[in-house]
């Protein structure tokens, strides 16, 4: 049959019950300014909607790249980009073009589902070897997964659903070994950690992808690989064309060139948020939280199942990560506002005592 290949998918999936509080996804908690927005409404009433966006979105990328080079000090140009409907689009363009198709994907677990899913999808195995019990990368592992011979591979750095950053080193020597590497940022924003960034643009065999979807603007699904110029290029001959509509394109350009500072402030205020609720999770005995460079932290609890479940009858939504493999009893909690961010602290100390 047809769709035999299809039984066993695994979909991705999120978690959609409805709560006051929502520390779910790792989105940003903050909307855009009503200034912002109304920027945005300007532009949006000038595109003609009966026509086909930009192809290339040249006005997007200059806009992105002059971001990124401003905050990273490090120059980007629109060539060094490619464009993706979400990050999500560009992994499963990755696993697509890159290689061998009869050749492994590499990934550590747990990590960010994506790279399964998009194996699993176009058929390709999967080179998979485990982080420790700190959720951290190590020789024995990579080594596991390098034998399998992959020709490419994935590592989240911070690392999601975990929070926390990878060795630097030991990513280094399978870039050395020339594997195509994909260095998935998603949530560098919130980091202190040194990207990948400069190797990007000197490795002909490793990219960096990046999202906007952290930041504040998940509903235009926007994310973007940084590659030298001429990988970019050839990746960018697969990406599907239009991928990038017009809509997206126009809010994008706004937020990216005149809403830089806020989104910095928010941003600043998420990593605040993050540290102060860590403290005061940590100090109840029974939950174990685990270092986070992500807008969400890592927690356990001797019941995972159950502290989901009684969140939300307290009206908080946060992801239990149980089913995971070495991640039992452990739930994934999204920064978000101090007062969104105090009901859950309210919430978790009234389960513990």
Do not use: W
């Not at 927005?37 to 192809?55: A, C, M, S, T």
Request: with cysteine; aromatic share 8%.
């Amino acid at each position: 049959m047809y769709l035999d290949r299809l039984k066993n998918l695994k979909a991705y999936k999120t978690e959609t019950t409805p709560c006051k509080v929502k520390l779910s996804s790792n989105e940003s908690p903050f909307d855009l300014s009503d200034r912002l927005k109304n920027r945005i409404k300007e532009e949006i009433v000038k595109i003609n909607f009966q026509r086909y966006p930009d192809p290339h979105a040249k006005e997007l990328k200059e806009a992105l790249s002059g971001f990124i080079s401003d905050e990273e000090k490090i120059e980007i140009t629109p060539e060094n980009l490619v464009l993706g409907n979400g990050s999500d689009e560009i992994i499963h363009l990755l696993i697509t073009v890159i290689g061998d198709l009869k050749k492994p994907v590499m990934y550590p677990v747990p990590t960010f589902p994506m790279y399964q899913v998009s194996s699993d999808v176009v058929g390709r195995s999967k080179a998979e070897f485990f982080l420790d019990d700190n959720f951290q990368l190590t020789e024995e592992g990579i080594e596991e997964g390098l034998n399998q011979n992959p020709d490419i591979v994935f590592f989240a750095s911070p690392n999601n659903p975990t929070g926390n950053s990878f060795d630097r080193n030991l990513i280094m020597k399978v870039i050395e070994k020339g594997i195509f590497t994909v260095i998935d940022e998603a949530y560098i924003h919130f980091s202190d950690k040194e990207s990948f960034l400069k190797e990007a643009l000197e490795y002909d065999n490793v990219v960096v992808l990046r999202t906007m979807s952290k930041v504040g603007l998940a509903s235009i699904r926007l994310g973007y690989l940084i590659a030298k110029k001429e990988v970019a290029g050839q990746i960018d001959k697969a990406r599907l064309p239009f991928n990038i509509t017009y809509p997206t394109q126009v809010i994008g350009k706004v937020v990216l060139t005149e809403g830089k500072e806020e989104l910095k402030n928010q941003i600043k205020a998420v990593k605040e948020e993050r540290e102060r609720v860590i403290k005061e999770i940590s100090k109840i005995p029974d939950v174990k939280v685990y270092p986070s460079d992500a807008n969400f932290f890592l927690m356990k609890t001797p019941d995972g199942n159950k502290t989901h479940q009684e969140l939300i009858k307290k009206g908080v939504l946060t992801r239990n990560m149980s089913h995971l493999p070495k991640m039992e009893n452990c739930i994934r909690v999204s920064v978000g506002k101090k007062e969104e961010n105090d009901e859950f602290i309210k919430a978790i100390k009234e389960i513990f005592t």
